[in-house]
């Protein structure tokens, strides 16, 4: 009897070895060989480079589809595509959902899409961040109604979990159809440059309903997503470096929204001096320099990690790190449309901010700004609409705010970019910033619009009004004189004040939300 159980164990533990063995292979060992022929990583090999090496643990390791429509009764699909679990990531816990294109074209099915939406509800009751790798062709048509119902759950999964947990979408291959609305619902989008792609349909899907022929590269690509659209925070090189850059973003997240951000040890001295900064700035008010250069100068070590940087130009945000802390910056480029806001630039932040404020991240800008886009085609594209969400942005937000005006800082973009109104909790300004409701030249224009007309000699009549205005408006202590700015700075010592700043308001996210009324939610202009 003993001898008959010994040998019944052992043939469980070889039908277990084959079937382990036949998932953990995917589309079999053919398949794995030809991506790694053309440099690109499977499913698991993706894992165990994203996860300390020996902490992964998987689920949902056997489950498989139950169709037998059109040939899928016959159809073995390893792990139905999707490779879900937990591990470590940089010593901290993180949920994944890893998909395979030798696996049927990591095509979504009922149970793939099952295994996914689990993976994210499984995430939010842990507090922990959620990484979904995303290599797939699309629906599983063969499924019919019911891997088009599981899409349904993938979104209702992620939504719930929205502002409890981070959620990042790296595109490592094809993302096509509904489930690229997947990745956008996440808070940020990491993609590979030459064999990530994003789309709601594909080049062939195109052309059958628009007549329309487009490569997919041109359709779904770098340039379509990460630039004229604006729904790709980072671009990478190939899977590597796209799982790298996971990992930095990672490292400035708290695990959930109960938590404060990480602060990491640096020997970046806090009460650093800034010498000769303000030499970046020219100094005519008016000429453009480079804003990135001085968030290099003030954050610790010059490590600045940006977000969307290749959409929306003249507003710049990223993450950077104070004394060790987490922080996100938003700041205007002044060398592209001279730091204005317009639609994609007020979108581009609103959302940025929000996502830092549900994750208790403290933010700073760095201001100069001459304006809101004004003109025909900005307000008929509803400007105002867009550019409120950066005021509904700022005014809900609970975490620390800090405003740094460098220069210009006039009319509506004063408190697009934070000010004490708005909600800061510090605004300081440079002596060489302008904090005024309108420049000098335009109040001429208005102001005086009658005498300089009917002056003899009108540009000299015009001139000493815009001197005169800009006299007595165009600085910072006439905002500085009402405690609208808490004081004017010497530039070389504002590393110190915001670590400082910072020190002051360290719990502020702890406590800020709770003096609110009850609501759901703000009505932001969407």
Known sequence: MGKNAG????KCMDDWRKRRNTIMQMGGSVALEKRREKGLMNARERIDYLFDSGTFTEMGTFVTHRATEFGMDKK??????????????????????????????????????????????????KGWPFVSMNDSGGLRMQEGMDALEAYGWLFNAQNQASGIIPQISLL?????????????????????????FLGIAGPAFVEAQTAQKISLEDLCGIQAQAVKAGQTHVVAENDKDCLDKCKELLSFFPSNNLEAPPIIETKDDPERGLDDILEIIPDEPFRVFDMYKILERVVDDGYFFETLGRYATNMITGFARFNGRSVGIVANQPSRMAGAIDINAADKAARFIRFCDLFNIPLITFVD???YMIGSQPEWNGILRHGAKLLFAWSNATVPLISVIVRKSYAGAHYGMLDKSIGADFVYAWPTAIVT?????????????????????PEKVRAERVEEYNEIYSNPYQAAARGFVDDVIDPEETRKIINRSLDALENKWKTAYQSQPWRKYANITL
């Open 7 to 10: 040998t019944s164990n052992e």
């Open 76 to 125: 073995d699909v390893p792990a139905d595509g999707v490779v879900t679990g937990f591990g470590k990531v940089n010593g901290k816990y993180v949920v994944t959902a890893s998909e395979d294109y030798t696996c049927m074209g990591g095509s979504f099915g009922e149970a793939h899409g099952r295994k996914f939406a689990y993976a994210i509800e499984f995430a939010k009751e």
């Open 172 to 196: 490592l291959g094809p993302c096509l159809g509904g489930q690229a609305y997947h990745p956008v619902m996440q808070d940020f989008v990491i993609q590979v440059k030459d064999t990530g």
């Open 369 to 371: 700004c001459p304006a």
């Open 437 to 457: 409701a309108l420049d000098g030249k335009t109040v001429a224009n208005v102001l005086f619009a009658k005498e300089i007309k009917a002056a003899d000699d």
